[in-house]
């Protein structure tokens, strides 16, 4: 059911199967799962993740390709329920490894917060990433392109860039090397540093051996109309005309909560095996969070592989359920 | 484009990037992200595969659960058609490897059949397995049940059996432990061998402990209506009341045409990395084929995994694409 501030002390004595952070394609699958394994599961959602951004879904086998990503998710939720899976909004602030349980505190309510603890037998992490974008005084007018024309995926919306003039937004010099690989997509391209760091001069000359620009001067906002951005203004009052834009900033990983907890990382993801199973033996972890691509399909499946290895495990630890009436039926009376 | 007899021709000297074999959850998946990465493949269907047959697709993120499979598969289809995909009705007789190149003999038509051979860099193998079913005088009868409330994958479906008297259809002895997994959703279990094979003394035992009932008289028909089974009629005209039922009779893979080649198996599953690539540098296995899960959600993701490892291997072969413009602009004149 949906929990709120009003009703979810009721949950307070309860130790779930399984909660997990994060409603995005992950979890949600994940619980889906688990409440069809009959196990009891808690989503807990802080809103707005990297999927509820995303205008167009185009590459999502069974949804049309211009569903929304949060049709997608409400989807979901509603499926979630309809299993009597539980969903909360709130934010985990923090985890605490009790042995046989994970304590997971909450903040529930942006104004007049209350902190409850929910407890559970394995803890999934579904809490995703969210891509750093270009801070301009103005930041609607970011958001006013951000998941519509000015893409943050190169495996998602590669397709839409292909042989338009395309922005290149970077905050490093590692980052400009994402160039070399969307130009298999357009070579019509131009970086932005945004004038947030300096080029060495090898970048330089590789830019401009590829006949790529480069555009260092700090961006004043980005240009267009009804969600289509058409270019960008500089802050000396230069504009530059582009079709299309590729955000490759890095991201910020919603992985706080996880700092206190023995786990293996590489860089900002969890190591998982195949089953998604960190290196904790109750703790796993979903989509962007863990290794390899970042995709809704791969976190979907990933919520699948989580839900089926818990499943397996608490069910093993379980006595078999007999058929009690042949039992009696069967000894002599 | 959709390829029939009639203009199939327009492609046999077209060397695709990737032929997808099967075009169920896992090929759609893959041949839609191939065609984002603006490479080319065929899709090749033999019509009727496992997901055709869901009536219900309970699990998988994004859908309403009572979306029959074979909508998912239709709207995959469009999706396909709509990013120029080409998908081919035929059924592959045999896959020739040439070094660089794959041949893939194709059987097109089932009377006045033809036998076009298309070319491709790399194969995706997604043909997938199909269940075995009871074998009843009248088949109809048993198709009339399966995948209604006659199910066959216990992962889907063991929500729906909860607490239900479920039948459990065996061909083997080894199938029979599937029972005390079952056992989880319901206890009311009646294992049924249709006369197949012999039961083991301490299999008979094991059943007897935990209750469960044992029927080895052959069926002579499911019971039901509209559907739904109720319960089964045994050759000896007496009948056993159920409200749901699983087939666990094994299934046949689709693999036929992969067997001349050098491949890894692990029994009828071919062993791959974590990109779904098989032993064979060139050859991707996808879903029910290869080790795993058997669900929707993995099929999709695993197209995802192999589509992307493909484009990564091409798009690193490949000379990068320049802007001429800015090249001749930079030069003097």
């Known amino acids: 059911m949906k929990l709120s501030k009003k009703n979810l002390a009721q949950r307070l004595d309860h130790v779930y199967d399984a909660i997990v952070v994060g409603g995005g394609a992950g979890g949600l699958s994940a619980a889906i799962y688990l409440q069809r394994y009959l196990l009891s599961s808690l989503v807990i959602e802080k809103g707005r993740g990297r999927s509820f951004w995303m205008q167009d879904l185009r590459n999502y086998l069974g949804l049309p390709p211009d569903t929304p990503g949060r049709v997608m998710l409400k989807q979901g939720h509603d499926h979630l329920l309809s299993l009597e899976g539980d969903y909360l909004m709130g934010f985990v602030e923090e985890v605490r490894d009790e042995g046989d349980t994970f304590a997971v505190k909450v903040k529930v309510g942006k104004q007049e917060s209350i902190y ?99 555009v260092e001067t700090p961006i004043k906002q980005f240009l267009g109309d009804k969600h289509e951005m058409n270019g960008v203004e500089l802050v000396d009052g230069s504009t530059i005309a582009l079709e299309t834009g590729l955000v490759a900033m890095g991201s910020h990983y919603y992985n706080e909560y996880l700092q206190g907890l023995d786990l293996e990382w590489k860089g900002g993801n969890l190591v998982t095996d195949n089953m998604c199973r960190t290196s904790h033996p109750r703790i796993f972890a979903l989509g962007d969070l863990k290794e390899g691509i970042n995709q809704v399909s791969i976190a979907v499946s990933d919520g699948t592989l989580a839900a089926t290895a818990i499943w397996r495990e608490i069910r093993r630890a379980s006595p078999p359920r007999l058929w009690q009436d042949n039992l009696i039926k069967t000894e002599p009376s």
């Open 116 to 214: 409850p603890v929910f407890r559970a037998k394995y803890l999934i992490a579904a809490s995703g990433i969210i891509d750093n974008l270009p801070q301009l005084e103005n930041m609607q007018n970011v958001f006013d392109y951000a998941g519509y024309n000015l893409h943050v995926c190169m495996i998602c919306d590669g397709y839409e860039m292909a042989n338009k003039r395309c922005g290149l937004f970077a905050s490093s010099e590692g980052q400009i090397n994402t160039a070399f690989v969307l130009n298999w997509f357009t070579p019509y391209l131009t970086v932005f540093t945004h004038g947030l760091f300096e080029v060495s001069e090898a970048m330089r000359q590789k830019l401009k051996d590829h006949g790529y620009q480069l």
